[in-house]
């Protein structure tokens, strides 16, 4: 299907919202819609249901077959959840068929986003040397050969990134 634009919609911008591409003959963004709003309408029962408190981070719920998923956003909030379980059963079951409440736990994207990156440590030169004084002068067994070989890597990653003793410390 090809969706050309008319003059209307380029001359008002106004048009171009979500439920005017509901009007299109394909029903798939439609049911999606409905089941959005049906999420919305249920995540709010949820939250009615629930103490001030926890009913704040009680973040998305979907209904699953017959199982609903109430997302929350730490452990915390969702092992006190847990306890709610027979309210949220009974809240639901008379809206949906719906056997089993599953809590899971879910960031928000900010949260993702601050995760730093994780930098090797590289030992100081003079212990590397040390590393290295510690072996037998021909490295006669795999221990030896290992540990040579991780003190020629370690040497190499320090040159490469530049660190100096003093900036180590």
């Not at 009974?90 to 900010?110: C, E, F, H, S, Y």
């Not at 290992?146 to 370690?154: G, Y």
């Amino acid at each position: 299907m090809r969706v050309s634009c008319t003059d209307d919609f380029v001359a008002n911008p106004s048009m171009t919202t979500f439920k005017s591409a509901l009007a299109h003959p394909n029903q798939a963004l439609s049911r999606l819609y409905a089941q959005i709003e049906q999420q919305k309408k249920l995540l709010a029962l949820i939250k009615k249901n629930l103490p001030e408190p926890l009913s704040d981070h009680v973040l998305h719920c979907v209904v699953s077959g017959r199982k609903l998923l109430v997302y929350t956003d730490t452990a915390t909030w969702a092992s006190q959840l847990r306890f709610y379980n027979p309210v949220l059963l009974k809240t639901i079951t008379a809206a949906a068929r719906i056997d089993l409440v599953q809590i899971r736990i879910t960031r928000p994207i900010d949260a993702l986003a601050a995760i730093p990156e994780r930098t090797a440590k590289i030992p100081s030169p003079d212990k590397i040397a040390a590393l290295r004084s510690n072996l037998s002068d021909p490295p006669d067994d795999a221990l030896s050969q290992a540990l040579l070989n991780l003190s020629h890597t370690l040497e190499r990653l320090s040159r490469r990134t530049g660190q100096s003793e003093k900036e180590r410390r």
